[in-house]
């Protein structure tokens, strides 16, 4: 059965911190892993992996994946309450199908 | 213009009925999804639509169906609404290669 584990499933810092949100994936004819915001509604794309050791970075947020490991992180520097949301890490296979994982509430407090 | 659209926004509906949300994207995307994500915010896939190609969830009661009147639209149709379908059904749609788009969500409530 294809399934994506993230972890922690929730993390309260305080602005200013370093996170690190972690994904696994078993996936049959995986492509890509792609990580998502979740605020109050849709999910909203941040980034798509799909080499192994290439780090993909937007401002304070960076990504990378390892193939080996069938596993990538998510990274936030010196966080800010605006980070506050729910993090979805999906992988994506040749079917094109996505499989979500259960996510990760980060909460920061000012 | 919005890229992926679904309606209503708001549904509230007693146990027993049928109900249907709509759902539209003016992207040229080749798939469509429908999901739903429950209380705990996991993002369950329910269906995927490719070129007339369905791929259901196997875990999805049969209550539901989709409906496809073109690459455009893919609609959910819920029959005999119970209370645990109570949730936010997205509606999603994707190239053949590249990221899922959603739309705004659908909050079912169902009493």
């Known amino acids: 059965e294809d399934k994506v584990v993230q972890s922690p499933l929730s993390l309260v810092v305080h602005e200013g911190d370093t996170v690190t949100l972690n994904c696994s994936y078993e996936?049959?004819?995986?492509?890509?892993l792609l990580w998502y915001k979740q605020e109050k509604k849709a999910p909203t794309f941040l980034f798509m992996l799909?080499?192994?050791?290439i780090e993909k970075k937007s401002g304070r947020l960076s990504s990378i994946l390892d193939k080996k490991e069938l596993s990538s992180i998510l990274n936030i520097t010196a966080t800010q309450t605006g980070d506050s949301a729910i993090y979805l890490c999906?992988?994506?296979?040749?079917?094109?199908?996505?499989?979500f994982g259960t996510g990760t509430s980060l909460t920061v407090i000012p | 213009d919005t890229a992926v659209s679904q309606t209503p926004k708001y549904l509230v509906t007693q146990m027993g009925n049928d109900k249907s949300i709509k759902c539209e994207q003016n992207?040229?995307?080749?798939?469509m999804y429908w999901y739903k994500q429950d209380s705990k915010k996991f993002l369950k896939i329910m269906f995927s639509y490719n070129n007339k190609e369905l791929i259901i969830n196997e875990t999805v009661p049969n209550r539901f169906s989709p409906k496809s009147p073109d690459k455009a639209h893919l609609n959910l149709h819920i029959n005999s609404l119970e209370l645990g379908d109570s949730a936010v059904y997205f509606c999603?749609?994707?190239?053949?290669?590249?990221?899922?788009?959603f739309g705004q969500g659908t909050r079912l409530t169902v009493v």
């Open positions: 999603a749609s994707s190239p053949l290669w590249g990221q899922a788009f």
């Open positions: 996936v049959t004819n995986f492509r890509s």
């Open positions: 992207l040229g995307h080749d798939t």
């Open positions: 799909t080499s192994s050791g």
């Open positions: 999906a992988a994506h296979n040749t079917g094109n199908q996505f499989y």
